[in-house]
């Protein structure tokens, strides 16, 4: 690269090209048993013989989607992927894991919400409603002796799923979390199977799968309360917290 004043930078650069549609393996996945505005989990465990070198996700979770491997979250995006006329075509992303994963046992898992696919609450008339929250993924696994393995969303019985305690969730509506509900251990290799079941094939029809180019949403700031007050008058016991500003957050 040469600048305008005349000075040259060498650099060699690595980039990874998007997936062609004849090289998606998975299926779109989801719970067997569908709780309306309820996030689920679902879940992979696999066992990764060899030293991995390179490893891929590609992955979309419709409404949107949390990605976990080994306990671990793999990126900070927030309410991804982006909105589309999911008729006509459906974003994905890619991330680099290669540092997630590890030699031995492994688990993958994704928490889903309704985003504006699946949004049962206030626009969910009118063609708001696309489809129930769904999941396609794929890891791919390169070795060091170059060989490839990929693990794909399936309904071979190895993708399971267990509702999560954000029993209730809409981009409008807000959430609602209890607290007695939760796995700890949903994305852990040795996390307990009671209370997971098996997922099926989501059938329905969506556009073509296309690489997200978008930035991703994430939390670039944070704003202290400029004060909290109980309500105690209310008969639902709300508390009210003001920002001091207008927001669009959380």
Known sequence: VTDNLGETATATLHFATALNPEDWQGKWIKPKKLMIGWAPYLRKKFAVEGTVVKARLYVSGLGCGEYYINNQKISEDLIDPPMTNYEREVFYRVYDVTSFVKEGKNAFAALLGEGFYAQSRVW???????????????LELTFADGTKTVQATDTDGTWTYKYSPIVLNNVYGGETYDTRLETPDFADPDGDEEGWGSVVEDTTPKGELKLCLMPPIRIFKELPAVSVTNCAGKDDGAWMIDFGENIAGF
Do not use: I, N, T, V
């Open 124 to 138: 969910s008339h009118e063609g708001f409603y696309y489809g129930d929250a769904c999941l396609m993924a794929q």
